[in-house]
């Protein structure tokens, strides 16, 4: 095939990956802060991160064996389409509130917290539950948050002389407010506090959580059935591309990665310094309220499949299926049993665990933990990105070398060593580079670990089948995996540190690959059938076109006893010799 055929046979299949990882890269790192800025606590997100994808499990598997059996087209559509629409669906869920109803001015929260003598400035409490003012001040503080922390103080507070009240309206929460002044003396360095007043509700909700649970659980269930089973789908189309073109897989993966840089720092920037919504304010401590605007991401994603989608309906975004005889499900899939099999598929199961602490953490960590700001966080993304590319390249001419399962081994040993990278991470000032960051995008290995499970399961199972053993590859990875991940994620959070968690995790992952590939090395290699499964299946086949073609014949009064073409059995010889075997084909 000549250079340019090769090009354009390519150029679907490369289109077709550009706008899906344009897409996913604007939106996916934003998608846990989103639901944060909704509302949600890490523990709704962890938990419903955990459910979601035990539901959507069958879904990659089934559409993935539809498309081996009708086509990808009709599939790819329904993902595209899909997913536009429930991305930007999470941008209309109703948020939910918890604002404190009481604030102090202290000068530091280390002398309120050891000595009881040391002054408060000033009070001030929101009137929700109440039409005016105090006139004095009689009540106990339990405890108090300054920033992220918190402090049990049990003050007596006894005030019956104010300095000034006065009564004022914030438009942020859509009520009144009073402010007391105690002591005017607050020093430059005095912080504002929300403090919780002992057998006292001292916070106000707005808004419903259980409708927001309700709505974005509906949601993130649409868009974890539809998004594996996109990729997954793009995955079989391009190996299939680059058999006919005589490519490795890598390569048309790497042109469409390539948005991987891209995507990130465009979203980044644009998220630094442009907004569509206003700048909030603090109506107490007059404080701008360090809030992003996540709908750009959102829309971008919408925006980017939309595009992807016409590219699809206009372009070749198929292959050719050999026509085959029906062979029973169970028999087709008998190598998913094989002992192979089975290790392979254990060791995404447990890659897709580790990755949730990743995808779970990482985006929230590097914000909140870590003070990255908008700018900094789509560089890092662009990082792994890039990192992304500069692996594929290299795997495009070292896979042959390599072979398929070391790559895949890499997966779940270098996302474990990303986690304790990042476990040691410093919080940053607002003009630090985060080079520990950019050192542990080295360890990205999402789309490096996809040329090994893209090779490995040619080994594993039949050609005919590329489409359904990448669908369980990536259920069990990104999907069930996932789930499985967040589960444990969410019943041991508690117990650890965020940093603390990326080491057990992360160190426990190093130990696994090692254990495995000790196990992959003495037994799981030698059980490999890399033609066996298919030239079983053509056999198959050949059997029961032979059976059906004596049917034929039997149904025909004009037919000679010997079937015409390069049969040359009589018709009671094949009978005899092939009804056995389609019986006990279509009967298993």
């Known amino acids: 095939m000549l250079l340019k055929d090769r090009i354009l046979e390519a150029v679907p299949a490369v289109l077709l990956y550009l706008g899906l990882n344009s897409g996913f890269n604007f939106y996916w790192q934003y998608q846990n802060l989103q639901a944060v800025n909704l509302g949600m606590t890490m523990s709704d997100i962890l938990w419903m991160s955990g459910i979601v994808p035990i539901i959507c499990f069958p879904a990659t598997p089934a559409l993935g064996y539809v498309g081996d059996k009708l086509g990808y087209k009709t599939v790819l559509f329904l993902c595209f389409v899909g997913l536009s629409g429930t991305v930007i669906g999470f941008l209309y869920i109703p948020d939910y509130r918890e604002t404190a109803k009481f604030t102090i001015l202290i000068d530091s929260v280390e002398d309120l917290s050891r000595n009881v003598t040391a002054p408060i400035h ?47 309206h914030c438009d942020l929460h859509n009520v009144d407010f009073c402010v007391y002044e105690i002591d005017a003396a607050a020093s430059d360095t005095a912080v504002y506090c929300e403090a919780s007043l002992q057998n006292t509700d001292s916070m106000e909700e707005t808004g419903d959580k259980v409708l927001l649970l309700v709505l974005y659980f509906i949601l993130y269930t649409l868009y974890d059935c539809f998004l594996p089973t996109m990729f997954n789908t793009v995955d079989a189309i391009a190996v299939k591309v680059a058999e006919r073109i005589d490519v490795e897989w890598a390569l048309i993966s790497f042109f469409g990665t390539v948005s991987k840089i891209t995507s990130p720092l465009a979203i980044g920037y644009l998220m630094e310094f442009f907004s569509m919504t206003e700048e909030e304010e603090d109506c107490i401590s007059n404080k701008k309220i360090k809030s992003s605007d996540y709908s750009i991401p959102h829309y971008a994603f919408a925006a980017s499949f939309v595009l992807t989608t016409f590219v699809l309906i206009f372009s070749r975004a198929e ?51 870590l003070n990255l700001s908008d700018k900094w966080f789509g560089i890092c993304n662009a990082v792994n990105g890039a990192v992304d590319c500069v692996q594929l390249l290299g795997l495009t001419f070292l896979h042959k070398y390599i072979g398929s399962m070391p790559i895949c081994l890499a997966g779940p040993l270098f996302i474990s060593l990303r986690l304790v990278t990042l476990s040691y991470a410093r919080v940053y000032s607002e003009d630090d580079i985060p080079w520990e960051v950019f050192i542990s995008s080295a360890f990205e290995c999402h789309v490096f670990q996809w040329v090994g499970v893209v090779g490995y399961v040619k080994v594993i199972a039949p050609s005919n089948l590329t489409a359904t053993a990448l669908g369980i590859s990536s259920t069990l990875a990104f999907t069930f995996g996932k789930g499985v991940g967040y589960v444990i994620t969410s019943q041991i959070a508690d117990l650890f540190e965020t940093r603390q968690l990326f080491q057990v995790v992360g160190y426990g992952g190093v130990v696994f690959t090692f254990a495995y590939a000790l196990l992959y090395v003495v037994w799981l290699r030698k059980t490999e059938s890399p033609q066996s499964f298919q030239t079983e299946i053509e056999d198959m086949e050949e059997k029961l076109k032979k059976y059906d073609s004596i049917k034929l014949h039997d149904g025909a009064a004009d037919k000679p006893k010997h079937i015409s073409g390069n049969m040359n059995d009589t018709t009671e010889d094949l009978r005899s010799k092939d009804t056995d075997d389609y019986h006990q084909i279509t009967h298993m």
Request: net charge positive; charged share 20%.
């Open 122 to 168: 000033q009070f001030a409490e929101y009137l929700y539950s109440s039409d005016e003012c105090r006139t004095v001040l009689n009540f106990t503080i339990s405890q108090i948050k300054c920033d992220e922390d918190t402090y049990t103080i049990n003050r007596q507070v006894n005030i019956s002389s104010l300095t000034s009240v006065r009564r004022e």
């Open 319 to 369: 292959v050719d299926k050999k026509k085959s005889t029906k062979i029973p499900f169970t028999k087709e899939m008998a190598w998913v049993l094989k002992p192979a099999a089975v290790g392979f598929y254990t060791m995404m199961l447990v890659r897709g665990a580790i990755g949730a602490v990743v995808s779970g953490y990482y985006s929230v960590f590097l914000t909140h933990d």
